[in-house]
């Protein structure tokens, strides 16, 4: 099954998830995510803002502001490009793909950043993502240096065959 498929049915799946199932396996991978010691030891933490049928990062960026962490999130520009900006909540505009994103431009370097929270349609036993197309992370991800890590839904993991420009996600969180 071609990556594209496989990523519509992973949509499928997570659009029509039970809301209160999502929501206790939202706040379990949350325990796992601020478990993790790469969580623990980042100071510098870069997630999405989700939509409503993926992972809720909100919980972690909560969880992370509480904890004294800067928060960073994405930012895209044409041509494939994105960069990671300081969350501030009330500073963020939807982008022509419908998803939420920082007014500012002023981007963090990535040698800043400690950990990268990675969406996923979709992910592999090994490791290696489905995302939504755009190729924006395996673009960004190609040079850093920090960790990685995915917080997916059992309905997410589906096996495929990596192509030779996917970069790989340091750690998966699956229930």
Request: charged share 20%.
């Amino acid at each position: 099954m071609r990556k594209k498929d496989l990523a519509q049915r992973a949509l499928r799946a997570l659009k029509s998830q039970d809301r209160h199932l999502k929501a206790g396996m939202d706040q379990a991978l949350l325990q796992a995510f601020l478990a993790l010691p790469a969580y623990k030891e980042a100071s510098c933490l870069a997630t999405y803002l989700a939509f409503d049928f993926e992972y809720d990062t909100q919980l972690v960026i909560q969880a992370a502001l509480s904890a004294g962490k800067e928060i960073l999130v994405p930012k895209i520009f044409p041509q494939g490009k994105m960069m990671f900006v300081p969350y501030q909540p009330d500073q963020l505009q939807k982008n022509h793909f419908g998803i939420w994103e920082p007014l500012s431009s002023e981007g963090v370097a990535k040698n800043k950043i400690d950990l990268i929270h990675v969406p996923a349609l979709a992910v592999n036993a090994a490791g290696y993502r489905i995302g939504f197309g755009g190729g924006y992370y395996d673009r960004y991800l190609a040079d850093f240096e920090g960790r990685t890590v995915s917080t997916v839904y059992p309905c997410q993991q589906l096996n495929f065959q990596p192509e030779a420009h996917d970069i790989r996600v340091g750690e998966v969180l699956i229930l």
